[in-house]
């Protein structure tokens, strides 16, 4: 049986070129075989912050050590919900951005259509 098959040597790719050709190869053996092509990764859903935070801490003097560790967890807790409402936001002033470009757009091609509509029915 093993004479029957021909023996695979096993080839270690040395560097991310290598990987690639490797693959782009195993492509080609059968070019009418459909290549796999992964989906877009969809967003993710960050998990957001209470609006507000019961447990605030006051400027005491004499806080003890651990209350340093809180401090550091709300801080970072607030960053980031913060972060994540910017970036909402920019994300949303991106996309009605865009619209109104494709509008005028729109706009522009539908008046330049009618325009060369109108010569052409002159004639």
């Given amino acids: 049986k093993m004479a029957s098959k021909e023996k695979k040597e096993v080839v270690i790719p040395k560097t991310p070129a290598d990987l690639q050709r490797m693959k782009l190869e195993k492509l ?3 070019p009418d075989k459909m290549a796999p092509i992964p989906d877009r ?3 993710r859903k960050h998990p957001t912050a209470p609006e507000f935070v019961r447990d605030v801490m006051g400027s005491s003097a004499g806080a003890g050590s651990g209350e340093f560790h809180v401090y550091r967890g709300y801080r970072r807790r607030e960053l980031f919900r913060q972060k994540h409402l910017d970036e909402h936001a920019k994300k949303e ?3 009605t951005e865009f619209e109104k470009i ?10 330049k ?5 109108a010569k052409r029915q002159k004639k």
Avoid at 102 to 110: H, P
Avoid at 113 to 117: E, Q, S
Wanted: aromatic content about 0%; charged content about 45%.
């Fill in 102 to 111: 494709l509008e005028n757009n729109r706009k522009a091609a539908e008046e």
């Fill in 93 to 95: 002033s991106q996309a």
């Fill in 113 to 117: 259509t009618a325009k060369k509509r």
């Fill in 41 to 43: 990764p969809k967003d």
């Fill in 28 to 30: 080609m053996k059968n």
